[in-house]
Every structure is written in C-alpha cells, then in structure tokens.
C-alpha cells in the first residue's frame, strides 16, 4: 500500500473574528465563506490584502465563475454576475 504524500511546509488559516479568516502570521492574507440559498461565495485577499479574488458557486448545479478586483464587494458582484448573465 502506498504512503499518502506529506504537505511539508502547508499551513492552514486561522480565525480573525466571527465571520473571517486569515493566514497565520500574515493577517493581510484573508479568506471567508458566505452563502445564500442559491450561491456560495469564497473570498480570498492577494498576500499583502490590497485586492480580492472571489469564487462564486451556484449551489443547485455547482457552475463556477471566478473574479478579481480591488474590492471583496466588487469582486463579488463581478463573479455572480458572470456565473448567472
């Protein structure tokens, strides 16, 4: 049976509040997750937190769209907007 590779040097996110995440020692590097009933949205800062890369997910077909912009909220609307027209 063969071994499962090791991630050496992989870290994980930490809570930064009640409703986000960021890098441990790196808390410009942010993450969080919201939904509604027909999307689920992932957010993710650049290293040093000046823009936003947003991955939008429609929950009943799993469809994808991604997007960027200097603002999580621009980002977002960018996103949802090309994951539905």
């Given at each position: 049976m063969a071994s499962r590779?090791?991630?050496?040097g992989w870290s994980?996110?930490?809570a930064a509040g009640p409703r986000?995440?960021?890098e441990?020692?790196?808390p410009a590097h942010?993450?969080?997750?919201e939904y509604n009933r027909e999307t689920l949205f992932v957010h993710v800062s650049d290293e040093d937190g000046s823009g936003w890369t947003v991955l939008a997910i429609d929950r009943a077909s799993?469809?994808?769209?991604v997007a960027q912009g200097r603002r999580q909220v621009d980002a977002a609307r960018a996103a949802h907007e090309a994951l539905y027209g």
């Open positions: 590779p090791r991630h050496a994980s996110f930490v986000g995440l960021h441990e020692g790196n942010r993450a969080r997750v799993r469809r994808t769209a």
